[in-house]
């Protein structure tokens, strides 16, 4: 049996890339695999040694890419990484209200069409490769998007740009990191259709990393289980359902849960009976209108489930909340009882919101310790620009315990897992304990435990007076028990 990839006893050369024990791999033809475990497990780490990307100790890992006759390794495997969908050419340059600032952006800055044609025209101009072309384009709905920038894309549009750009090159293997994260639920299926397709019809191996360990997709042959940095033997995708850990219907404490419940209100709360009110809000961008003469009062306590279909323009409608939209200073909104434009400023605003979104998460691009990270959430700020008081500290450590991430407080950020990255933004979304909290799919990259424990962190948290929260995510079943509101946007074509 041709084996696509084989690593025998691989060991990294890097002491800081190297797993608890040596790798043996086999990826078979006619395979497709799922690599599954908890965040911060090694995951990466297995992939970047399949990839080449963390050379090995003694031998390097045996390719045999037949049928394929390119020659480089990077042609023939394509990874796609969590970071990606954060990730661009621009991102030393991007920073948080980027997307919502067009008229910054740079006249030659190159459109999602563009990039997609190149991809397209490097992988050789063939009329099979023009047919999976429209393919791709139909199946994402990505005509509309084809004249739009990069950095103005949903995380959810971005997503499927990278999707569609990594496909039209053809490789031998692809690897992809959580691919089913940020799309809404037609997506996820047609995706996974597509998949199964490829599979099926082609000589396209396939790798999924997967945190959501219920989300591998029926076409998967064999599942790789990474435990404590340790990659365990490989067996089929029936034995894994049969044998792998029952989901937790919860998992923070009892005593964390109090420890939420009980702490004392903070000095200059807010108290308004409406928190969001909202009368005929409309957004446009050139020709596009995103938001439609929109209205929408949330009251003191609510707790809303924000949903719609990517690009309906969810995170745009939460950008006018958190004030990082230009466009919010012509709309008619007020926040907290006090009319925006009417003398409040930003900063006093910021101070009431706890924020996490895909956005943010691609905003830090600070290697500095995760505890700073957590203490920024108390400035507002992405980076930390002043020294933290002990009090500061404090709150950034209670707030770590919570989330079971204390371990985390001085390691620095971009040398942690995708999911242990989201751990800390949560907790610097919690950190100055807001009146409001606003969170965009904030399960991004989390394994089923993680997942279960920001819900109950959340359902805690509400059992609070004067905290209102809104959650927005593509999985219904993420949403966390105390939700009670629910506001569905509709794409404007």
């Known amino acids: 049996m041709q084996s696509i990839i084989k690593i025998k006893n691989g060991v990294a050369r890097r002491p800081e890339w190297q797993l608890a024990e040596p790798v ?136 499927k740009f990278q999707l569609t750009k990594v496909l039209l090159s053809n490789p031998r293997v692809l690897i992809i990191d959580n691919p089913f994260i940020g799309l809404d639920a037609d997506t996820r299926e047609q995706l996974k259709d597509l998949l199964r397709t490829l599979s099926e019809k082609t000589a396209l191996q396939i790798i999924l990393v997967l945190s959501k360990s219920d989300d591998i997709p029926d076409f998967i042959t064999s599942v790789v289980e990474v435990k404590e940095r340790t990659v365990l033997p490989k067996i089929s995708h029936a034995d894994y359902i049969a044998t792998r850990d029952p989901f937790p219907d919860h998992v923070l404490s009892s005593e964390k849960a109090m420890e939420i419940r009980t702490l004392s209100p903070k000095n200059g709360e807010y108290h308004a009976q409406e928190v969001i009110k909202m009368s005929r809000v409309s957004i446009r961008y050139g020709r596009r209108t995103i938001l439609k003469e929109l209205d929408w009062t949330v009251r003191d306590g609510e707790r809303w489930a924000l949903s719609g279909q990517n690009g309906a323009g969810k995170s745009t409608l939460l950008s006018l909340v958190c004030a990082d939209n230009p466009q919010s200073y012509a709309c008619d909104i007020a926040l907290f009882g006090h009319q925006r434009g009417s003398g409040e400023s930003i900063w006093d605003i910021k101070k009431h919101i706890g924020y996490v979104s895909p956005e943010m998460h691609r905003a830090y691009r600070k290697d500095i310790p995760a505890v700073k990270i957590v203490a920024s959430g108390l400035k507002d700020s992405v980076g930390l620009y002043t020294n933290p008081s002990e009090e500061d500290y404090a709150k950034c450590r209670f707030w770590m315990h919570i989330f079971g991430i204390d371990q985390l407080a001085d390691r620095t950020f971009l040398k942690l897992s995708s999911g242990e990255q989201r751990l800390i933004l949560l907790a610097r979304a919690f950190v100055k304990d807001p009146e409001l909290l606003v969170l965009d799919e904030p399960l991004h990259g989390l394994d089923n435990r993680n997942r279960q424990l920001v819900r109950d962190i959340i359902d805690a948290f509400a059992e609070r007076k004067n905290k209102t929260i809104i959650v927005v995510s593509h999985y219904e079943e993420d949403l966390p028990q105390c939700i009670d509101h629910q506001l569905t946007l509709i794409k404007n074509e």
């Open 24 to 159: 043996d791999f086999i990826a078979n033809e006619g395979e497709h695999i799922a690599i599954v475990g908890p965040n911060g497990s090694g995951k990466t780490l297995l992939v970047d040694m399949l990839t080449g990307r963390h050379p090995l100790l003694h031998q390097d890992p045996i390719y045999d890419f037949t049928p394929s006759h390119k020659e480089l390794v990077s042609d023939n495997i394509k990874y796609i990484t969590f970071r990606d969908s954060y990730d661009s050419e621009n991102d030393s340059t991007y920073y948080l209200q980027q997307r919502w600032n067009q008229q910054e952006i740079d006249e030659h800055t190159p459109t999602a069409g563009q990039l997609l044609e190149d991809a397209f025209l490097s992988s050789g101009n063939t009329q099979h490769n023009r047919r999976m072309q429209r393919h791709l384009y139909e199946l994402f709905h990505l005509e509309h998007l084809l004249d739009k920038y990069i950095i103005l894309l949903s995380s959810g549009e971005l997503r």
